[in-house]
C-alpha cells in the first residue's frame, strides 16, 4: 500500500514538473511573437551572449564578479529593448549601450556626465540619448547610439546655432 502511494506522490510530481516546464516554454515562444524579426534577434543575440558569459564562468575564465556584472548587464540591455519595443509599437531597435556609473568613461571619455543629472531624452555629445536607469543587480544607465544622420543632423544644428 505504501509503494501505491509513493509511486502516486512520484506520478504527481513528475507530472506537475512536466506541466510547469510545458507552461515555461510557452511563454517564451508566445514573447518572442509579439515582436518583430528585428527585436526577435536582437533577444536571440543577448541570449547567445549570455550563453558565452555563462561558458565562460563554467570554464573559471571569468571572475564571478565580471559574470554578475555582465549577465546583469545583458539583463539591463533585454528590459529596455523590450520596453522600446512595447511602448513603440515598431520592429526596430537604436543600437543600445548599458553602462554602470563607473563605466561611463567608457562612451564619453575622460569627462563623463554625472549619472544623477541625466535627464531622460537628453542627448549627449551628439552621440547618445539616454534612455533611463535599468536595476538589474546593479544601476545600468542605458543609451542609444544615434544613427550618423541624427548625429550630423545635431553638429549641423549646433555649429548653425554658434555662428552669429
Known amino acids: 500500500m505504501a509503494t501505491i502511494k509513493g509511486r502516486t506522490s512520484a506520478f504527481l510530481l513528475l507530472a506537475f514538473c512536466a506541466l510547469t516546464s510545458v507552461h515555461a516554454g510557452q511563454g517564451l515562444q508566445v514573447s518572442d511573437e509579439e515582436f518583430g524579426p528585428v527585436v526577435r534577434a536582437y533577444l536571440g543575440y543577448l541570449k547567445n551572449e549570455q550563453e558565452v558569459v555563462d561558458d565562460r564562468a563554467s570554464r573559471r575564465e571569468v571572475s564571478a564578479s565580471y559574470y554578475r556584472h555582465n549577465s546583469n548587464r545583458i539583463k539591463a540591455l533585454r528590459q529596455m529593448a523590450i520596453r522600446l519595443a512595447r511602448e513603440t509599437h515598431n520592429d526596430y531597435l537604436p543600437e ?15 569627462n563623463p556626465p554625472q549619472a544623477a ?48
Open 117 to 164: 543629472r541625466l535627464k531622460v531624452g537628453e542627448v549627449l555629445k551628439n552621440k547618445f540619448r539616454f534612455l533611463g536607469v535599468v536595476r538589474a543587480g546593479g544601476a545600468f544607465y542605458l543609451f542609444a547610439r544615434l544613427d550618423p544622420y541624427e548625429q550630423a543632423d545635431l553638429e549641423e544644428k549646433s555649429s548653425a546655432a554658434a555662428r552669429p
Open 96 to 110: 543600445l549601450e548599458a553602462v554602470s556609473a563607473d563605466e561611463m568613461t567608457l562612451l564619453f571619455g575622460s
